[in-house]
């Protein structure tokens, strides 16, 4: 009997990963799989744990939905809050703590870098006064700079604001930003958290 042949082929990708650290704070993520297609920015609540090989569920989903646009060649995965937080462990004090005083300024940077910014953070913004009044500082800063038409936000089917671990298996929505970042709304702590966003 005759030996089969098989083709085999070995696809190989590269992706850049860039990230803007100090100390444990991380400002920004990018990761770059085609330099000639634009990038979008993800603005999200705050980084994992964990290091620059490791990703958490939130930023695999992010990177998976925004390769499906197909419109981008690199995302950008920024933080409100720049420091490590647990789920279990986020309140007014331990977020009040969370960030570096340089860190709308380089959100503001990479807003400018590229052509669409997707607003993800979900509830965080109802819950902690912090993540409202942060949230608001950013509106402002990109109204200051001319950059709010890039600005979208994710939800759900009904037009709620939801965080992309909301919408685990579910393409995502794209829909005006609705914040009033002029009057930021004060938080709503609610005691049972209805959906995981972090």
Not at 49 to 68: A, H
Not at 117 to 137: F, K, P
Not at 142 to 156: P, Y
Request: proline residues 4%; hydrophobic residues 35%.
């Amino acid at each position: 009997m005759a030996e089969k042949k098989v083709k085999t082929t070995t696809v190989t990708t590269e992706i850049l990963v860039e990230k803007r650290v100090k100390d444990d704070s991380t400002y920004w993520t990018k990761y770059t799989w085609d330099k000639n297609k634009p990038a979008v920015l993800v603005l999200a609540n705050y980084p994992s744990k964990l290091g620059i090989v490791e990703e958490d569920l939130t930023t695999m989903l992010i990177k998976n939905e925004v390769y499906r646009m197909d419109d981008y060649g690199a995302v950008i995965i920024g933080n409100l809050f720049t420091k490590p937080i647990s789920r279990n462990t986020a309140n007014e004090r331990t977020l009040a703590d969370a960030y570096e005083i340089d860190s709308m300024t380089e959100l503001l940077k990479v807003t400018k870098e590229v052509e669409k910014v997707i607003v993800s953070v979900g509830s965080l913004t109802n819950r902690y006064q912090i993540a409202s009044d942060r949230l608001a500082m950013y509106g402002r800063m990109c109204s200051d700079e001319g950059q709010l038409d890039k600005i979208v936000e994710l939800a759900d089917g009904q037009h709620k604001p939801k965080h992309p671990l909301a919408l685990q298996g579910d393409h995502w929505t794209l829909v005006p930003w609705t914040f009033d970042w002029e009057n930021p709304p004060k938080s709503r702590r609610k005691k049972k958290v209805v959906e995981a966003d972090e």
